[in-house]
Nanobody
Framework: QVQLVESGGGLVQAGGSLRLSCAAS????????MGWYRQAPGKERELVAA???????DYADSVKGRFTISRDNAKNTLYLQMNSLKPEDTGVYYC?????????WGQGTQVTVSS
């Protein structure tokens, strides 16, 4: 069982930055895939960014060039640096990992971007 705890969300003005963190209860070094999803009010949860096979990254088109996903294996922590935030980035951001074919989710952290 893997427990994930997100932090770093909050209220920010458009153009601002936030860094989200996801602390895992166990070692992340061997996790097959790690990523961030978000869910806006009335919309489905969508993939924002992912690290696959340890190093390959993937981003939603809407965040490319603005968001950066990274991991610190020594701290068992996944990060999402979000720059040039837009009101449409508002939502609950969830950390997600895949371990031996099993999916684990964090409880989510709210990000609100005001115009």
């Amino acid at each position: 069982q893997v427990q994930l705890v997100e932090s770093g969300g909050g209220l920010v003005q458009a153009g601002g930055s936030l860094r989200l963190s996801c602390a895992a209860s166990g070692s992340i070094a061997s996790m097959n895939a790690m990523g961030w999803y978000r869910q806006a009010p009335g919309k489905e949860r969508e993939l924002v960014a992912a690290i696959i096979a340890g190093a390959m990254t993937d981003y939603a088109d809407s965040v490319k060039g603005r968001f950066t996903i990274s991991r610190d294996n020594a701290k068992n922590t996944l990060y999402l640096q979000m720059n040039s935030l837009k009101p449409e980035d508002t939502g609950v951001y969830y950390c997600h990992v895949v371990v031996v074919g099993n999916d684990f989710w964090g409880q989510g952290t709210q990000v609100t971007v005001s115009s």
